[in-house]
DNA sequence: GATTACACGTGATGC
DNA sequence: TGCATCACGTGTAAT
């Protein structure tokens, strides 16, 4: 406990004792160091992790805690960015979605829509086997609002897939056959791995 | 810039000229100053959003940065909870995973596992059709490791699905089926719905 | 020219 | 005892 340093010599002190304009610069800096003092109270607040109440060790322990949470965020997010296409699909598609197909090139990877009318959707999907293909497809169609009525996979030489979907309820009605397909090549192109 | 604020007087200030004791306490002090504003640069080099080279308002923006993160942290984590159902079945997965099945009463539900030999396994599970069965069972059968090779699927009145899977290099190896009929369960009726 | 922000040296105080 | 940290008042450069 530190407590109350004996502020010792009461405003005015010994040079500037009956000046006019003594102790101008003297208030601001008390009010400056005020501040600094309130800062760095706000931070021991702040960050979780104080060992001692030293100011070097506030800033030390402040800076081993923001790198952390960095890290932390880093790899949380990496996750989040591979495992649900769904975040990056919805972007694509707030975002107009026309832009051009990241047609990833020298890979097979070709899609086909077609409006059975009445809410029912035919899909067929093929590209080259990579591993989420299918996990990718599946989370696009059911981000679309699309459930699976029936479907067929396969999964050897190429990936493969036909289903026939139904436009779920309360979901965004009216979608082409256009913004589907590339939904679809989209998510099963970009390959992404879960985990 | 501030620039080498004039050290002025060179160690030995007016009144310890002489004496052979003078200072020691003096550069106990500079290494002091120096070790804080060390830290102070290191703070302004850790924290992407400084708007002002002041002590004041770099602790401000460590502050302001600090909770922003933590707040990010939040979020994100909240979300990962929720949307994949991924952690969720590791979790329990590595606390034993034979709790029980909580095998939400009066909905119908079952799978069948059968081990091929060679890393290969059969899947079959069926349950009272609920939004998201399908994208769960994928992702519970990925998370296990085990890529799908064929399968077919029926959403009708029951949701049904068949699959030949087979063990994914690198990935935990030789799970037990009843591992895998645990998982399986445990995700499909889950009916946790992605986003 | 007034205000702001900083570094400096020093005395006080707790380990 | 010395060693570390702090608050203080002041000089001074930059705005």
Excluded: W
Aim: a positive charge; one cysteine or more.
């Amino acid at each position: 406990m530190r407590s109350m340093p004996a502020s010792g010599t009461h405003p005015e002190s010994k040079l500037n004792a009956g000046s006019g304009t003594p102790s101008k610069n003297l208030m601001a800096e008390r009010r400056r160091r005020k501040r600094l003092n309130d800062r760095l109270s706000m931070l021991r607040s702040t960050v979780p992790k104080i060992s001692k109440m030293d100011r070097t060790a506030t800033l030390g322990d402040t800076i081993d805690y923001v790198k952390e949470l960095t890290k932390r965020i880093k790899t949380v997010e990496e996750e989040m960015g591979t495992t649900p296409e769904e975040l990056n699909l919805l972007k694509n598609f707030s975002s107009g979605g026309n832009e051009e197909t990241p047609t990833r090139s020298s890979t097979k990877l070709c899609a086909n829509i077609e409006n059975q009318g009445g809410g029912d959707t035919k899909i067929e999907i093929c590209c080259s086997t990579n591993p989420g293909a299918l996990i990718a497809t599946v989370t696009a169609l059911d981000v679309l609002g699309l459930e699976i009525e029936q479907c067929v996979v396969s999964c050897f030489s190429d990936f493969a897939m036909q289903a026939s979907c139904s436009q779920a309820e309360g979901k965004r009605q009216v979608i082409s056959t256009d913004e589907i397909k590339q939904a679809l090549l989209r998510s099963a192109g970009y390959g992404a791995r879960c985990l």
